[in-house]
């Protein structure tokens, strides 16, 4: 007669039950996850609307005034603000670009030599020259270029561009002139 079968059977067996269940555990709570990524509407506006400013409202309560809200209206350029700039040599020049219906398009700030130079992006400036500035109060429609020390290099075109698609721009030229020319250009 043969001794009965030892319990390792029974282990076995339940280990496997074990690895099943938390398997099948895992595999409902990624369906689920897939599932409400799957069908959840990202544009949905009323826990994604955003600001100018790229903030999200949190918890339903907006902390910014409701005239920041994306406009449904296409981004365009103030065309009250000056196109052409003449400033006498080491004084500072400020290019004014005011933005109507941004929304969350990005603002630049493009300079155009024999190569193109990309002055600034939103608020961040990557030109390696520190006279270059953006004066900016945020929120507000007015993304104004400040160029300290202007020089005579300095004089050329300058684009502000709304980065839609495609892309608009408004070109603003820079004069600099010394002195003695600065009465013949006011």
């Known amino acids: 007669m043969q001794p009965p ?24 709570i990624v369906g689920c996850l897939l599932m409400k990524c799957l069908f959840t509407d990202s544009r949905d506006t009323h826990h994604y609307r955003r600001y100018d400013n790229g903030v999200k409202h949190q918890r339903n309560i907006h902390f910014q005034p409701d005239e920041n809200l994306i406009s449904p209206e296409s981004p365009e350029f103030d065309t009250g603000t000056p196109i052409n700039v ?20 990005t603002v630049s700030w493009v300079r155009y030599t024999p190569l193109l130079n990309i002055v600034s ?13 953006l004066v900016r ?3 507000s429609s007015d993304w104004t270029l ?27 030229t820079l004069h600099v002139v010394g002195k003695s ?3 013949l250009h006011s």
């Open 146 to 172: 400040r160029v300290v020390g202007v020089r005579q290099t300095d004089s050329g075109t300058y684009e502000c561009q709304i980065g839609t698609d495609p892309k608009m721009g408004r070109n603003i």
């Open 137 to 139: 109060i945020p929120g």
């Open 5 to 28: 079968l030892p319990r390792q059977l029974d282990f076995i067996s339940w280990t496997g039950f074990r690895r099943s269940a938390y398997l099948q555990s895992l595999l409902f």
């Open 86 to 105: 003449t400033v006498e040599k080491g004084q500072t020049a400020f290019f004014h670009c005011k933005v109507k219906n941004q929304g969350a398009n």
């Open 181 to 183: 020319l600065m009465g």
């Open 121 to 133: 992006i939103s608020d961040g400036i990557f030109i390696p020259d520190n006279r270059f500035t």
